[in-house]
Nanobody, 122 residues
Framework: VQLQASGGGLVQAGGSLRLSCAAS????????IGWFRQAPGKEREFVAA???????YFADSVKGRFTFSRDNAKNTVYLQMVSLKPEDTAVYYC?????????????????WGQGTQVTVSS
């Protein structure tokens, strides 16, 4: 599985962005896709995950502000982010768990994309 994250950018606080994670591989639709982020000087942290069946799991810090959708025909998962805050600023990475678990455990994810920068100005 190869993953390509995109959609990052610069936005003002309160604004919105939609991140995309495009994947190659015939078994994409069966994988859990997760998003993690890493801010400068901080450890990578879990943001959200969506299972192959559409079950979602969000970190408390983004719950109610971020939502998921996935288009298995396009091998793409979308993370819609609204009401963005300066503390959401980070490089966002998408990752795939081929064992179909849904969790925030970094170690469960087998494949990683290259990351896309999200910057939220105050």
């Amino acid at each position: 599985v190869q993953l390509q994250a995109s959609g990052g950018g610069l936005v003002q606080a309160g604004g919105s962005l939609r991140l995309s994670c495009a994947a190659s591989g015939r078994t994409f639709s069966r994988n859990t896709i997760g998003w993690f982020r890493q801010a400068p000087g901080k450890e990578r942290e879990f943001v959200a995950a969506i299972s192959w069946s559409g079950v979602t799991y969000f970190a408390d810090s983004v719950k109610g502000r971020f939502t998921f959708s996935r288009d298995n025909a396009k091998n793409t998962v979308y993370l819609q982010m609204v009401s963005l805050k300066p503390e959401d600023t980070a490089v966002y990475y998408c990752a795939a768990d081929t064992q179909r678990r849904i969790s925030g455990n970094y170690g469960n994810y087998d494949y990683w994309g290259q990351g896309t920068q999200v910057t939220v100005s105050s």
